[in-house]
Structure formats: C-alpha cells, structure tokens
C-alpha cells in the first residue's frame, strides 16, 4: 500500500469551507433551522412526558444532540437501574425515525449483557454483531415514519413500544435471573 500524501484531497471531498458554505446556506433559507428547532422541542417534550408520567425511572437531566445524526435521552426503571442497564429512547435524522435501545453503563455491563442476549436471542430484538462501537445491548424500532403534524399520537405510540420493549427486556432478564 503507498504513502498517503495529507496535502491533496481527494477529488469527490469538498473543503470545510465548501461544506460551511452549503450549511449557511441552508440555514438561512429557514427550513432547517425550524426543523431543528422542532424536533429538539419535540424530544425536549417527550423526555418530560416519561420524567412526568414515570417518576419511578431515572430520567436524564436534559437529552444529548449528538451532531446532528442522533439525538437520544435515556430512561431507567428500578428493574434495570439495579443491574446497571438503561433504556435509550433514539431519534435518528439521517432515517427520521426513532428506536429504543438497551443499554449498559459501562462496557462492562454492556458486554456482559450482550454475550446474555447473544446466547438466547429471541426474535423480538435485534441486536449489534458486536459490542465494539456499539453502545447498545439489543435494539428495538419504535416509530419509522413520525407524523410530527400530531404529537399527541406520536407520543402515545412512542410510549406504548418503549414501555412493551421494556416488559420485553424485564421478562427475558428474570427469566435468566441467576
């Protein structure tokens, strides 16, 4: 393999500048920024609901925006909280759709749970072929195609699977309970 010479770029990469340039652009036209605005305001929504309605479960303090790909909060009911699991509730914009995911709070926890799912995976969960790069254990859809025009609904259903995930994920665990 040859040397990689670091001052040429290769001919499909635009400069950051190109790339500034297009997302200026963009935001002044107003489309994306109210978008954004709205789903970071949606999420911000959503992340109360579940701290309002499940006093219970620890919820995050405020929800992650990621760079723009994904943004997420999460949630943990006393039955996981204790073994060190986390539920992650996911929007995904590149896909404009959100996931829940099982998650550990650490790579230990996280890889000692996964080899569990991995052994005994049942067909209501997917899961990463590996915890390398992964954060989560096992993966589950909640909503592919939002309708933001009604909220009320969209929380409902993001509430009702995030809760069925959850009773999912409890009932596998106490079922290999050691």
Do not use: C
Not at 84 to 113: C, M, P, T
Not at 142 to 171: G, Y
């Amino acid at each position: 393999m040859g040397m990689v010479q670091l001052h040429t770029k290769p001919i499909s990469m635009k400069s950051l500048n190109e790339y500034i340039d297009q997302y200026r652009k963009q935001l002044v036209k107003g489309d994306i920024r109210q978008a954004y605005q709205g789903l970071m305001g949606y999420i911000m929504e959503l992340r109360t609901h579940f701290q309002n309605k499940y006093p219970d479960y620890a919820v995050s303090g405020s929800i992650n925006q990621g760079h723009m790909d994904v943004t997420y909060f999460s949630l943990s009911p006393e039955s996981l909280r204790h073994k060190r699991l986390k539920i992650v509730i996911l929007f995904f914009h590149d896909k404009i759709s959100f996931e829940v995911w099982l998650a550990g709070s650490n790579k230990q926890i996280q890889a000692k749970y996964w080899e569990l799912f991995r052994k005994n995976l049942s067909n209501k969960f997917r899961m990463p072929t590996t915890t390398k790069g992964s954060y989560s254990i096992v993966e589950h859809d909640l909503v592919t195609v939002p309708d933001f025009d009604d909220p009320n609904s969209l929380t409902a259903h993001i509430e009702q699977r995030t809760l069925e995930f959850i009773k999912d994920v409890e009932i596998f665990l106490s079922e290999r309970s050691n």
